[in-house]
């Protein structure tokens, strides 16, 4: 089993930054690719961002030169920095991680942009 733990949401004005993070414990071994989902109020759950463990990248369009994804082998940690924040970015984020091809999820960090 994967644990994941999130943190770095947050309420942030428009155009503002803020970076998440999220840890990874447990059976670690073997994780692949790393990324980050949003589900806004009534919204089905996107994909925002993912990382491969080789450290290829893959975007929605959505924040494609806004958000930079990145992470830490060593530290089993995957970070999310998100500038130049527009309301409708406000969702609660999951982290989620695929391991032997079986997705685990963390329990998701709210992020508000206010206008």
């Known amino acids: 089993q994967v644990q994941l733990v999130e943190s770095g949401g947050g309420l942030v004005q428009a155009g503002g930054s803020l970076r998440l993070s999220c840890a990874a414990s447990g059976s670690t071994v073997g994780i692949n690719a790393m990324g980050w989902y949003r589900q806004a109020p009534g919204k089905q759950r996107e994909l925002v961002a993912t990382?491969?463990?080789?450290?290829?990248?893959n975007y929605a369009d959505s924040v494609k030169g806004r958000f930079t994804i990145s992470r830490d082998n060593a530290r089993k940690t995957v970070y999310m920095q998100m500038n130049s924040l527009k309301p409708e970015d406000t969702a609660v984020y999951y982290c989620?991680?695929?391991?032997?091809?079986?997705?685990?999820w963390g329990q998701g960090t709210q992020v508000t942009v206010s206008s």
């Open positions: 990382i491969t463990s080789g450290g290829s990248t």
């Open positions: 989620n991680v695929e391991r032997f091809h079986v997705g685990y």
